[in-house]
Structure formats: structure tokens, C-alpha cells
């Protein structure tokens, strides 16, 4: 039989308690956190005058919680969200351990059908503001690695035309720095906003 031993820094790490804590700390108030951020985004005025499908606002925010998104911990809220066989339209904001926060608009099916030609003729506004666009043909991967993702202000605007309108689905996201941490919610939110005036943009 094999025996498992544990390398020097192992044997420090699992002798020593107080790492666990500061994490499971740090876990909870990100909890907090979200739970702040679906409160603003629920009260932000573009929230209750835009044509969100179905029972989009009805359905609440969902805060899901995980150990192991690339082998680390993660917090996840989904709010606004509409989730169904054929179609999503959903704001997701993400915590990933180690790495960031980062904030996604997530559109697939008659959703992306609707607003394609707004976020194709959003170009510049969106480049301005730093977002990236989703380049993998498997839509559920959330970070920014691997080649997930590309700043729009680096792909030609033709060339950005073409991706949003050969795809069933799209993806905008934008990271925030754990250095920036107490202006994450109005960040996000400012985002969230600038993002559905673009979809309802008719020029």
C-alpha cells in the first residue's frame, strides 16, 4: 500500500487552523455582498422600466455558492436572470478566489436575437468602457483565462459584426480588481446600466 505523505508546506497548512477561517470569513462577507449588490440592481430605475423576458424579476436573484470552479472557491449571483431550454437572458456577477470579480451579460436564443444589431452597433461605446466579449464555442465557462475572452477594443469592428452575428449566443463581461473591493457594487452597477442602454439603443 502507497503511503500518502504530506509535503513540509502541507504539514504547515493543515496544522494551522486560522487560514480556514479567514476564508470561510472572507466567503461570508462576499455572500453579504452579493446580496447587497442584487438589492441595488432591483432598485436601479433601469431595472423597472426595461422589457426583461417573461418573469425574468419575478424569479429574484440566485446566489450560488462553490469549492471547486477551477479548484477554487467561487460566489455566484444571477440577477436579473432568465433561464430556459431555448433561451437566457442573464446578468451575472462572479467571485472567483485568487483572480477577480466579473460581471457578465449572458444572451442566447430569441433573446440574442433581439438585441444583436444593438450590441453590434455598440462598438465604440462598449470598447470605451472595457468590455470583452466572449470568443469559445461552449458557453459556460465564466473567467477570463485560456483565451475565454477578448477586450472588443481589440477586435476590428467588422470583425466584431461578424462574431456577434454568427453566434446562437453572446457574452459581455468586465472583471473587477480585489483591490478595488468597497467600489465593486457601484462598478458593477454602473455597468449593468450602461449595458441595457445599449440593448434598448434604436439608432
Do not use: C
Not at 433601469?46 to 419575478?58: I, M, R, S, W
Not at 446578468?91 to 444572451?107: E, N, P, S, V
Not at 473587477?176 to 457601484?186: A, D, H, L
Request: overall charge neutral; glycine content about 4%; hydrophobic content about 45%.
Amino acid at each position: 500500500m502507497e503511503i500518502i505523505s504530506l509535503t513540509a508546506e502541507e504539514q504547515a497548512l493543515v496544522v494551522n487552523a486560522d487560514w480556514l477561517y479567514l476564508k470561510n470569513n472572507v466567503l461570508q462577507k462576499v455572500m453579504t455582498l452579493m446580496g447587497q449588490l442584487q438589492q441595488v440592481l432591483e432598485a436601479h430605475p433601469g431595472t423597472k422600466t426595461f422589457p426583461f423576458p417573461g418573469h425574468t424579476l419575478q424569479a429574484g436573484g440566485k446566489i450560488s455558492r462553490g469549492e471547486r470552479y477551477r479548484e477554487l472557491p467561487y460566489i455566484i449571483l444571477d440577477y436579473p436572470r432568465f433561464f430556459s431550454r431555448d433561451n437566457i437572458f442573464a446578468f451575472r456577477t462572479m467571485f472567483w478566489w485568487g483572480h477577480y470579480f466579473i460581471a457578465t451579460l449572458h444572451l442566447a436564443g430569441e433573446e440574442k436575437e433581439k438585441y444583436s444589431d444593438a450590441i453590434a452597433s455598440a462598438w465604440h461605446q462598449l470598447s470605451a468602457h472595457q468590455f470583452q466579449v466572449y470568443l469559445q464555442e461552449d458557453p459556460w465557462h465564466h473567467d477570463l483565462e485560456n483565451g475565454n475572452y477578448k477586450l472588443i477594443s481589440a477586435i476590428p469592428v467588422l470583425e466584431f459584426k461578424q462574431l456577434i452575428a454568427r453566434r446562437s449566443f453572446i457574452k459581455l463581461a468586465k472583471p473587477y480588481s480585489f483591490e478595488e473591493w468597497g467600489k465593486i457594487v457601484p462598478e458593477v452597477v454602473r455597468d449593468y446600466a450602461l449595458l441595457l442602454q445599449v440593448l434598448v439603443r434604436t439608432d
